[in-house]
């Protein structure tokens, strides 16, 4: 009984020590986002934001990872990324990356950091489609790298 008393405990301790040591090395997810499929076609030409996040990390970064993909490689997807500072009373952009390929969802994926993002803020990701083919896509903004 008391062999397996410390067997019981040596799991939760060295369970509790890998877990935290692999949660110190990931950047936290902040905010998801997607748009499609149809995304740029017809009437679906308005941007589309992900909901609001607050970047926390000292290093003033916030990395986008996702994929993109209109189903043909006649006409790749293209999509502006950018990244608003929130204001109730206006936004303001801090920067904007565009990926003109397609990422499919099984595959490489594109990925992209934002510097210069003050830490402590509210920020949102707007997609501005560049493309009449219809795209679909989603994504991660992660605080850090």
């Not at 935290?20 to 030409?45: M, R």
């Not at 006649?74 to 904007?96: C, E, F, R």
């Not at 099984?106 to 560049?130: E, K």
């Amino acid at each position: 009984m008391k062999s397996l008393r410390f067997m019981i405990a040596s799991t939760f301790i060295v369970g509790a020590l890998s877990f935290g040591s692999v949660a110190a090395f990931a950047s936290p997810g902040l905010g998801y986002y997607s748009f499609g499929p149809g995304f740029g076609s017809g009437s679906f030409t308005t941007p589309v934001d992900s909901p609001v996040f607050t970047v926390t990390n000292s290093s003033k970064v916030c990395t986008i990872n996702g994929w993109q993909d209109s189903g043909t490689n006649v006409a790749p997807a293209n999509i502006d990324y950018s990244i608003y500072q929130y204001h109730w009373y206006s936004n303001t952009l801090k920067g904007m990356k565009n990926f003109s390929q397609n990422y499919p969802k099984v595959g490489s994926w594109y990925s992209f950091t934002f510097t210069n993002i003050d830490p402590s803020n509210d920020y949102f990701i707007r997609m501005t489609p560049h493309n009449s083919a219809g795209m679909s896509g989603a994504g991660n903004a992660y605080d850090g790298y």
